[in-house]
């Protein structure tokens, strides 16, 4: 009887696919990052069926690749050689939401759209909002401690998770954090988990923290610029004057022109870059107004601040069409540095320099605001591998950052797309920390191994 057998009659019926085509539906995320071929998949439906698969995978060796929506842009979601995929998509229940405790309790695969959706049928809202919101999970979210449009006001997912149900690599089961909203016993294990990318444990609940949904529509702006630049100064000018925006997006030429052939946006020809803005403060269209000024004092072109919430739907879309338009143009190599907000005209300087360097097409958004730049690198879709201009143009990208006092990631995670680079940030002393804390929650090794650090 081969190993996964057992497995399959330790599972209730259907959990375990071994089909072949059904499988490699399972084995990539949305890189280019070329998947292994893994034995099968758990299609999780609770906390004990990944029990069940963790002892399951201690007992037999085999390691375990634990998975969401497969919307990852790191590579971190691929299966390797002989591992099992661990899905917990069908994990989606809100067990609970307490609107006096502000808190809701939720299983790894709820989409992190209908959460918030959840939360504001009761004035509330969940705040992290990664562009891929209306697909991506809140399992994922955690494992990469996902950002977004909001992060720039509210912070990333670490900053709303309060505590954690994990399964561990033998299947033991480890409650994390707390219900309240300070708390300080013990190392923070929470923290730990959220941005581990599934390489210490599988996350099966979570306890997130919600927010007071603003009482009124927020004020939107766009502003566009001759160059990308000055649309960084504008953004430096409003962070420095204490605007406080609850998004601040910066969109370069190559992206919008992307969106423009796609969508018809009606693009002019002297448009370099375009920075959308938003306050939901009690005095949201007076802030607007004064950071419409400060891009105009920065050298924007034009500016508009929208009148309707369908107005803020269609800035916000546009934004959020980014990486579909990126995507029609070729494969693409999606990164996320992130640098000191006083250092993002310097970062951004940097990356034209870069593209026009090695010949190599780049498109760059950013959440802007808390200096946290996605330059994506396009190449021939069909290519196994990124051509070897395209890996000197990263290098050049990422060694940059550093210089600058940033990081190689501000929330995709490091996947694999990363791990080249990790030694120029860690360092041997880093290194070797993070590899301990592994060998304490994963002694075989076993969970998404060759992902993270």
């Known amino acids: 009887m081969r190993p996964i057998d057992a497995l399959v009659n330790s599972l209730p019926g259907g959990r375990v696919v071994t089909d072949p085509d059904v499988i490699d539906s399972y084995a990539r995320d949305r890189t280019f990052v070329a998947p292994g071929k893994p034995l099968g998949v758990v299609l999780a439906a609770s906390r004990d069926d990944v029990v069940t698969t963790m002892r399951w995978a201690t007992e037999h060796r085999v390691p375990v690749v634990p998975r969401g929506a497969g919307t990852g842009l790191a590579g971190g979601a691929t299966a390797s050689d002989g591992s099992l995929v661990l899905s917990l998509a069908r994990m989606t229940a809100i067990r609970e939401l307490s609107p006096v405790d502000e808190i809701a309790v939720v299983e ?64 033991r089961v480890l409650d994390t954090g707390r219900r309240t909203m300070k708390g300080v016993t013990g190392y923070d294990l929470t923290g730990l988990f959220v941005g581990s990318e599934g390489t210490l444990g599988v996350i099966t609940s979570a306890t997130v923290r919600l927010r007071r949904a603003p009482a009124a529509p927020p004020a939107t702006f766009a502003a566009e610029f001759g160059s990308l630049r000055d649309a960084g100064a504008a953004v430096t000018a409003i962070m420095a004057a204490g605007c406080q925006p609850s998004l601040m997006e910066l969109l370069d030429r190559a992206t919008l022109k992307a969106i423009d052939d796609w969508r018809n946006i009606g693009l002019e020809p002297a448009t370099m870059a375009m920075l959308i803005g938003q306050s939901d403060a009690a005095d949201a269209q007076a802030v607007a107004a004064r950071m419409e000024r400060l891009c105009l004092d ?41 640098v000191p907000r006083s250092a993002l005209p310097d970062m951004i300087t940097a990356i034209e320099a870069a593209a026009a360097r090695h010949g190599v097409p780049i ?50 995670g490091v996947g694999v797309l990363k791990r080249r680079w990790l030694a120029l940030e860690s360092g041997p002393v880093a290194q070797d920390v993070q590899h301990g804390i592994k060998a304490v929650f994963d002694p075989l090794g076993l969970l998404n191994p060759g992902k993270a650090i």
């Not at 562009?131 to 979210?141: A, D, K, M, Q």
């Not at 500016?303 to 990486?323: C, D, F, K």
């Not at 802007?368 to 201009?389: I, K, M, Q, R, S």
Request: hydrophobic share 40%; aromatic share 6%.
């Open 108 to 171: 790894p695969g709820v989409i992190t759209a209908d959460l918030d959706r959840a939360a504001r049928e009761h004035g509330l809202m969940y705040a992290p909002d990664p562009s891929s919101y209306e697909i991506s999970t809140i399992g994922g979210n955690l494992a990469t401690n996902a950002g977004g449009l909001r992060c720039v006001k509210y912070g990333v997912t670490r900053d709303s998770a309060l505590g954690l149900e994990v399964v561990l690599a033998d299947g």
């Open 298 to 338: 920065n050298g924007a072109t034009f500016v508009a601040v929208s009148s309707s919430p369908q107005e803020t739907e269609e800035l916000i879309g546009l934004r959020r069409m980014a990486y579909q338009a990126k995507e029609r143009l070729g494969a693409c190599l999606v990164e996320d540095v992130c």
């Open 363 to 412: 498109c760059t958004v950013a959440h802007a605001g808390d200096g946290n730049l996605h330059p994506t690198f396009v190449f021939e879709h069909g290519t196994a591998e990124p051509p070897p201009e395209v890996w000197a143009a990263a290098d050049e990208v990422f060694t940059k950052a550093l210089e600058l006092g940033g990081t190689l990631t501000g929330e995709h």
